[in-house]
């Protein structure tokens, strides 16, 4: 199983969560709260969470291109939410075999 952990710095987090939920709900399977949610997307789960000054991601794929995946459409629809400011993506990624 591969796996990413990804961290964005910004003082919008909650509201970000919220409109990334609200647009992927459209075509794949959604929970979330103010804070928290689980997105159902159709290479593996995601869970993000946000704090005072950071949206986290957590997601987990059978395979790494379903990682790659999984990040590129976050960076995608997160950029567009978040055009008035500059965003900058930290990942981690790794397996279960590390």
């Not at 710095?9 to 509201?15: E, I, L, M």
């Not at 459209?26 to 789960?45: I, L, N, Q, R, W």
């Not at 949206?55 to 990682?67: P, Y």
């Amino acid at each position: 199983m591969f796996h990413t952990k990804g961290t964005v710095k910004t003082a919008h987090a909650a509201k970000y969560l919220q409109q990334l939920c609200k647009h992927f709900a459209h075509k794949v399977e959604v929970s979330y709260s103010m804070t928290e949610a689980d997105v159902a997307f159709p290479m593996g789960p995601c869970k993000m969470r946000a704090t005072d000054d950071e949206l986290q991601f957590h997601a987990s794929a059978l395979k790494a291109e379903g990682i790659e995946r999984i990040k590129g459409i976050i960076i995608n629809h997160l950029d567009r939410f978040a055009w008035r400011e500059t965003i900058s993506y930290d990942w981690q990624d790794f397996n279960d075999a590390d």
